[in-house]
């Protein structure tokens, strides 16, 4: 049992002083939530970005669809003939592996 | 007052301080001690995954404490905030003698020091470190826990450099308390015991508090201290 | 190493044991859970088990996980011999993000600035944009062959795998499926990715019909936004140009795409030969056929984007009709998995036939249940596309790394831990 003859005097906060604190308190941490949330939602900005930059070379292309891109069409006249012929087979098209099966 | 005059005895730290600062040493030493394994990373994979649960654990415990005090004893929050940031010419005199600990422990000389209120001025400085960097460990270290897929790399890395360098900083610092904790014998046994000190030890450690803020307590063998506990808005 | 064909690359990916803080971001973006060592403890990332989706390396908040891949320097070399023709292939998305590296906004549109700057430093220009408007010719005619064999009943000319067709063109996504649903392999695309049909397109047609040069003394660089592309590159499967060279007669041996540059690769290469990527010229290449490309092969660096070009061919070819709006938004965003339904009349027969799509990106978060659907045989798809990368490959893990901003798509379920 805690004996004691002196004890420290009782400490005054006025309304003022109080209400003060707690504002200062309030603002940083609705700040910093503020800031946090801001950050997080901001997260995916730079794929979005991007994302736009890709659809922008879209719109501004003369051609927007791949069988009409001149380049490839001469390419099948001229060398594979046309999708999924014998040589586009051999050249373009793969098989894969069921690497479970590896050692 | 039925006791010989050099048995008085001062309430220095009311309970719910020392459960604070118990809970301190249950949280903040743990973590500060964990803390250090994971920044030098010594030893194998199991022992670092339980110096990170240990951390983390501490700091719920610090954390739980913290916001718990501040709530329940707001008086003395109030009260130590005013104290460490009040400073005046006897402060520097402390520091320029460094409390005349140096002298004392090396070379066995006592020098005048300045006369101290309830904290020196060395630990002045130890809680504006403690109040503002435990405030900054706190919250880096649960966005790091928690934010750490979802907030941005840059804020992430940031919030590691402010714990890291804190964490490094107090932990050493605290070293430091401890140290300084047993060496006032007295110091260390009013706060791991009943929180009393001789008025006669606090009277030649801190004269300004035993003369300035100290009264007679009401109820002196009262289970619970009270004034100390109390505050009033006026 | 176990799941490793002869003279692949086994390890693309590291994480650096003195900078890692154990702190489990890498963990939280991995798609194939390679990566090892328990919360606060030293990680490592286990090659058997790593697609080298690099999704890891990106988000890393310490930046202590790299790419150990460096091809720079031989690259650099390789332009300087002057008997050696340095194709550049380039995705995409390394034109909407290459600026990033040099101070420009992240979707910065630098096709005429990477042209200028590539071939300043010496390369020639096949651009990925015009393999990816092959991919879906080829891509595309499959798939329009499995849907008149299987949903129109018409008999079948090739060999076809079955339905729903998977897209092949994210290599993180077929090493994943090679190592984790081997039993889906068969709905697989056998289409090679963009880049693998430009390496075998540039030594065989570009050699003789474009450059006029030797096949084997052309270096196909792939200058990708991909990490996985230095595993695909390394295939041994990937040589048919030199295999199609050797049925007429050569002897030589390589393979199709000799290399691969990530975005941060190409930028590093750029200032070692001290080219100032803001003040080089824009460029065109206007009289390349193989630098031509369609709105649709541009598109492919999105999530989404290869399935919106393919429908734009697909209705083309089923229908005789241009799809009458091109800007297919179904197929766009960030959103998980998207779904669409596109209803077809067949030009041939009359047929209606509703064709049901879905996009996934982000194999980590969004591919289990269509993948579990597959697997159990109940679909309701017919055309599936998967990108690893959360977003596509404009967030591709050899992309330039973006300190404001993480891969995360998923919601708040991040801020538990435990679960």
Redesign the interface.
Known sequence: ???????????????R??LG?VGVAGAILWT?AYA?TD??Q??????????????????K?K??????????Q???K???GQ??SPL???????????????? | MSHPEQELRVLKHSLRSRLFHWSLILGFLPAAITGFMLWLKPGSEEFLNISMKIHIIGAVIFTIATVVYTLFSFDRVVAFFRLIWTWDDRDIGWMLVGGGYPQKMLLGKDVVVPPMDKLNSGQKIFGICLSIGGLLLIVTGWLLYSFIPLAPKAFIYGADLVHMYFGVFLGLFMFVHIFLGIYNWSEFKSMFGNGTQLLSEVEHHNPLYAARKLEPAVHPEADEPIGAASYKTE | MKGFQTNERTSIIEINRKKCKGCDSCKSFCPSAAIQGKYGAIHSINSEQCIFCGQCLINCPFGSISDTVDTVDTVIHQLGNQELTVVATIAPSVRVAIGEEFGLEPGTLATGKLYGALKQAGFKIFDANFAADHTIMEEGSELIAKIRHYLLGEPAEHELGLLPQFTSCCPGWVRYVELYAPQILPNLSSAKSPLMMAGALAKTYGATQIWQVKPENMVVVGIMPCTSKKFEVSRPEFSSAAHYWQQRGSAAHYPDVDTVLTTRDLARLFEKMNIDFNRVEASTDADNPLAQYSGAGTIFGNTGGVMEAALRTAYYVITGQELPLLEYKPVRGLQGLKEADITLKDAKTGQVITLKVAVVHGIKDNLKPVLDQVIAGRSPYHFIEVMNCPGGCVNGGGQPINPMGTSWTGNWKALLPWT
């Open positions: 049992m805690a004996h004691y003859d002196y004890v420290e005097k009782a400490v005054t906060v006025s309304r002083e109080f604190m910093g946090a950050l997080v901001d997260r995916n900005k730079y794929i979005k970005m991007r994302a736009q930059g890709i659809y922008k070379d879209d719109v292309a051609v927007r669809q791949s069988h009409h891109n001149p380049g490839l001469d390419m099948y001229q060398f594979a999708p999924l586009a087979e051999e050249l373009f098209h793969t098989r894969y592996i069921d690497r479970t099966k590896l050692g």
